[in-house]
T-cell receptor, first 114, second 115 residues
Framework: KQEVTQIPAALSVPEGENLVLNCSFT??????LQWFRQDPGKGLTSLLLIQSSQREQTSGRLNASLDKSSGRSTLYIAASQPGDSATYLCAVNRLTGGGNKLTFGTGTQLKVEL | NAGVMQNPRHLVRRRGQEARLRCSPM?????VYWYRQLPEEGLKFMVYLQKENIIDESGMPKERFSAEFPKEGPSILRIQQVVRGDSAAYFC?????????????FGDGTRLSIL
């Protein structure tokens, strides 16, 4: 059974700092891994999707890496801003057939302070 | 707004009543997924549907819960005889295909509260 863990559970940093969020998963047989952000009372916004054959993806100040063999992914946020404050979720799409079913971690709650 | 639309945003029911949650996928998407987020827990997969077909319902509770995605109209998640433990945020997502490299796009969710 796939289990996804995110560390830390919560993080508070001053504005401008670079930071790393961690995600680990127990079953390396995955198709892809997706990072989302969730704002309070809102749905999920997709940030980056990394295919199992890829090592990293970049979008603006965000960079996500994937090491499938060790079951780890990191989300790097450069020059953090207060608007980055949200809960960040990683989700893996496992290699079992039956379609596109995501297994989520419990998230990292990020607060970027002025 | 071409995104995934869920309604209602908030739904209050008394124990024993029925709850119906609706989801309209993004334009051009024919694959719908329902997830549940219980308080202080992560999102858990419930069911995956294509038009008129349930593909995977391995995450659905065995009783009281059902889902459909008719040929016309939105996908419906139906909960009969609701209990306090059904209080949660229910999220719908859609994708353009069932292949595993299509990203899922999420709606804003329905917050269900059971009195």
């Amino acid at each position: 059974k796939q289990e996804v863990t995110q560390i830390p559970a919560a993080l508070s940093v001053p504005e401008g700092e670079n930071l790393v969020l961690n995600c680990s998963f127990t079953d390396s047989a995955i198709y892809n891994l997706q990072w989302f952000r969730q704002d309070p009372g809102k749905g999920l916004t997709s940030l980056l999707l990394i295919q199992s054959s890829q090592r990293e993806q970049t979008s603006g100040r965000l960079n996500a890496s994937l090491d499938k063999s060790s079951g780890r992914s990191t989300l790097y946020i450069a020059a953090s801003q207060p608007g980055d404050s949200a809960t960040y979720l990683c989700a893996v799409n496992r290699l079992t057939g039956g379609g596109n079913k995501l297994t989520f971690g419990t998230g990292t709650q990020l607060k970027v302070e002025l | 707004n071409a995104g995934v639309m869920q309604n209602p945003r908030h739904l209050v029911r008394r124990r024993g009543q029925e709850a119906r949650l609706r989801c309209s996928p993004m334009k051009g998407h024919s694959h719908v997924y329902w997830y549940r987020q219980l308080p202080e827990e992560g999102l858990k997969f419930m069911v995956y549907l294509q038009k008129e077909n349930i593909i995977d319902e391995s995450g659905m509770p065995k009783e009281r819960f059902s889902a459909e995605f008719p040929k016309e109209g939105p996908s419906i998640l139906r909960i009969q005889q609701v209990v306090r433990g059904d209080s949660a945020a229910y999220f719908c997502a859609s994708s353009s295909g069932g292949s595993d490299n299509q990203p899922q796009h999420f709606g804003d969710g329905t917050r269900l509260s059971i009195l």
